[in-house]
Nanobody
């Protein structure tokens, strides 16, 4: 059983930056593909970014490409999401995800094994 705890969300203005963190415990962190998803009110949970076991490979949703960066520290068992040039449409609850079987190319909200509790990100215009 893997526990994921996100932190770093908050209220910012358009153009600002935020860094989300997700601390993992209870499993072998380095064997999981890690990802970030987000869910806006009344909408489905959507993929944002994913990172491979070693951190060598990453994938991003088109809507955040060039603005967000996912990274991981397998010593600290933590995955990060650096969000720059934030826009009001980035407002959502952001969820950390751990997937044992998927690759960064195939991870979806249906394949994820473990979820964090979510952290709210609100971007005002």
């Amino acid at each position: 059983q893997v526990q994921l705890v996100e932190s770093g969300g908050g209220l910012v203005q358009a153009g600002d930056s935020l860094r989300l963190s997700c601390a993992a415990s209870g499993g072998t962190f380095s064997t999981y593909v890690m990802g970030w998803f987000r869910q806006a009110p009344g909408k489905e949970r959507k993929f944002v970014a994913a990172i491979s076991w070693t951190g060598t490979n990453t994938r991003y949703a088109d809507s955040v490409k060039g603005r967000f960066t996912i990274s991981r520290d397998n010593v600290k068992n933590t995955v990060y999401l650096q969000m720059n040039s934030l826009k009001p449409e980035d407002t959502a609850v952001y969820y950390c995800a751990a997937d044992k079987r998927a690759s960064i190319a195939t991870i979806t909200s249906s394949s994820v094994d473990y979820w964090g509790q979510g952290t709210q990100v609100t971007v005002s215009s």
